[in-house]
């Protein structure tokens, strides 16, 4: 009998142990899992943080490259606006010249004889000067450049360094108005400027 109590208290020992030994292991398991579980969501935490922060600097850099086109679009529309503007007025100014030279003439017309022959020297000795300044521009009564249309950019680009800023100005405002050559362009703004 003896025995019998040893072999069940042996079993019974053993079943605690067995019991024992498997809780052990599921607590184990179960931490095991949860801890699997933990870094998988703290991984994806990780990666959810980065992509939000590539998109929200790829934005910025978006916006930021947007903005810098907006300027650089508004910079050219000023610079062509301010262009307009002084041709527009470098056409007002040779109109009214052109205008008080008419108006000159007429007045003199309506004169007696002796304001007659008076303002016909000083229309005379004006247009005299006129004439003089325009040619010193133009260089001898015509364009600043003879044959200029025939020419390429090349053949225009060597007759530039002879020319002075206001002879400049004039064959610029010809090919910005004619054959719109940017290469030309840029050239004779940077001599005028220059000058």
């Known amino acids: ?3 019998e109590n040893r072999v069940r208290s042996m079993n019974e020992a053993a079943q605690e142990f067995g019991d ?15 801890a699997g579980e933990q870094q998988s969501r703290l991984a994806q935490e990780f990666f959810d943080q980065v992509r939000n922060r590539l998109g929200e600097q790829t934005e910025r850099g978006r916006a930021a490259a947007d ?35 008419r108006t000159s003439a007429e007045q003199a017309v309506g004169s007696t004889q002796e304001g007659v022959r ?41 007759h530039l360094d002879d ?8 064959v610029r405002d010809y090919e910005e108005r004619n054959k719109k050559r940017d290469t030309l362009l840029e050239q004779m703004d940077r001599k005028i400027r220059a000058s």
Do not use: H
């Open 20 to 34: 024992s030994l498997a809780r052990a292991y599921r607590t184990v398991y179960g931490q095991t899992a949860e």
């Open 118 to 158: 008076t303002v016909s020297e000083t229309t005379t000795n004006l247009l005299g000067t006129a004439t003089g300044a325009a040619q010193a521009v133009t260089g001898a009564g015509g364009f600043p450049i003879a044959g200029y249309d025939q020419m390429n950019v090349e053949e225009v680009s060597k």
């Open 67 to 101: 903005q810098l086109s907006a300027q650089q679009r508004e910079q050219q529309e000023t610079a062509q606006a301010f262009a307009r503007e002084s041709v527009d007025a470098y056409m007002n100014f040779l109109d009214d010249a052109s205008s008080y030279f």
């Open 1 to 3: 009998m003896v025995d």
């Open 163 to 170: 020319l002075s800023a206001d002879q400049l100005r004039i």
